[in-house]
Structures are given as structure tokens and as C-alpha cells.
T-cell receptor, first 112, second 113 residues
Framework: NAGVTQTPKFRILKIGQSMTLQCTQD?????MYWYRQDPGMGLKLIYY???????DKGEVPNGYNVSRSTTEDFPLRLELAAPSQTSVYFC???????????FGSGTRLTVV | EDQVTQSPEALRLQEGESSSLNCSYTVSGLRGLFWYRQDPGKGPEFLFTLYSAGEEKEKERLKATLTKKESFLHITAPKPEDSATYLC??????????????FGQGTTLQVKP
């Protein structure tokens, strides 16, 4: 099994550009999450989904958007990129709400 | 406000030198406490979940314990391959049906041969 797959691994964006970070999982997990990780700050929750068609905001949702049309895919959309969105982005999934996450390998995004 | 604090930020050990990492939490109600290991350039890897004070879990050289205010990750006779960043996260009451976690900032462990 591939687990959680994130693409791309690296990306440089110019201020004002938009992009979509892709996340797909092959474990039939209902619960999926997007976190960002900044140095010394820990992981912060951006958006999450408890099943196909259901999404909700996390702690730091501004500037981002998500959709969950299938169980497998949970893309994160950045509109009008800003330098403050420079970070490492992790997608994660879990089979039940009380179980440990399986993380993807991350996307390192730089906005210049 | 729910909060998770890990200490120390960084820890250097000699191979075989046992030590502990601390995770203290202030939350409205604890549903579960999670430990993850993160290697450089990779996503975190799940280690343990603890649910109630007094609970302990072990995996190889790692043992996690939980009290009402903090958790410890004890590393016994560490090896260089134990070098990584260790993340602590809590799930609070009321969010247990969403799976949301609040993460600490991590402790970076370096074990020298």
C-alpha cells in the first residue's frame, strides 16, 4: 500500500499565484487532515474532513480552501499566495477519530 | 486555551545514556495523548496513544507514561538511529469525533555514537 501520497514535494510560488496541493490515500480512511509545520511552532491544523462531502476549518484556515469529493482525495487550494504561507504542508489520515494518523511525506512550499 | 508544551527543545545524548522527554498539557479535558517520531524531511510516524493517567506503553527502547498534567517519553540505552524529532499531541474532549489534534513544538533528539 502507498499510504498517504502528497504531490508535489517541493514548489516555489510567486506572490499572488495560486496552486493546489494534492493528497490521496489508499487505506479507505474517512478522516483526513491538512497541517502546516513551521520551525519551532509545531503542527497547526488548517482544514479537516470526517468523510466525503464534509469539511471544516481548523486553527489556521485563512488563505486556504479544501474539497472532499471522494474518500481517497483531499486537495488543499492556496489562492493568492503570500510569503506567510511559506511552510511545510502535511496531509494525514486515520481510520477512526481516536486512532493515530498516517502522514504523507510533505510538500515544502516557498512563496517569494 | 488548550496548550501543549514540550521540553527540552533539543537534547543530545551519548549512545547508551538514558533520558526522558517531557510533554506538559493544559486542556479542558483530555481524550488522548499521542506520541510521534519525525525524521528530517519526512512526515511524522505514529508511536503511541495514552488515554488515562497511569497508563504506560512500550516499543523497543521507548516507554511512554501519562499523568494528569504531563507525559514522559523515556528512552532507555538509546542508539544513534533513535535520533529524530519527537512530537507530542493531545486530543481534547469534544473533538474526539473529529480526530483533531493539538501538537507541541517537538523535542529534537541527537544520539552520538
Amino acid at each position: 500500500n502507498a499510504g498517504v501520497t502528497q504531490t508535489p514535494k517541493f514548489r516555489i510560488l510567486k506572490i499572488g499565484q495560486s496552486m493546489t496541493l494534492q493528497c490521496t490515500q489508499d487505506m479507505n480512511h474517512n478522516y483526513m487532515y491538512w497541517y502546516r509545520q513551521d520551525p519551532g511552532m509545531g503542527l497547526k491544523l488548517i482544514y479537516y474532513s470526517v468523510g466525503a462531502g464534509i469539511t471544516d476549518k481548523g486553527e489556521v484556515p485563512n488563505g486556504y480552501n479544501v474539497s472532499r469529493s471522494t474518500t481517497e482525495d483531499f486537495p488543499l487550494r492556496l489562492e493568492l499566495a503570500a510569503p506567510s504561507q511559506t511552510s511545510v504542508y502535511f496531509c494525514a489520515s486515520t481510520r477512526t477519530a481516536n486512532y493515530g494518523y498516517t502522514f504523507g511525506s510533505g510538500t515544502r512550499l516557498t512563496v517569494v | 486555551e488548550d496548550q501543549v508544551t514540550q521540553s527540552p527543545e533539543a537534547l543530545r545524548l551519548q549512545e547508551g545514556e538514558s533520558s526522558s522527554l517531557n510533554c506538559s498539557y493544559t486542556v479542558s479535558g483530555l481524550r488522548g495523548l499521542f506520541w510521534y517520531r519525525q525524521d528530517p524531511g519526512k512526515g511524522p510516524e505514529f508511536l503511541f496513544t495514552l488515554y488515562s493517567a497511569g497508563e504506560e506503553k512500550e516499543k523497543e527502547r521507548l516507554k511512554a507514561t501519562l499523568t494528569k498534567k504531563e507525559s514522559f517519553l523515556h528512552i532507555t540505552a538509546p542508539k544513534p538511529e533513535d535520533s529524530a524529532t519527537y512530537l507530542c499531541a493531545v486530543q481534547v474532549q469534544g473533538s474526539s469525533n473529529t480526530g483533531k489534534l493539538i501538537f507541541g513544538q517537538g523535542t529534537t533528539l541527537q544520539v552520538k555514537p
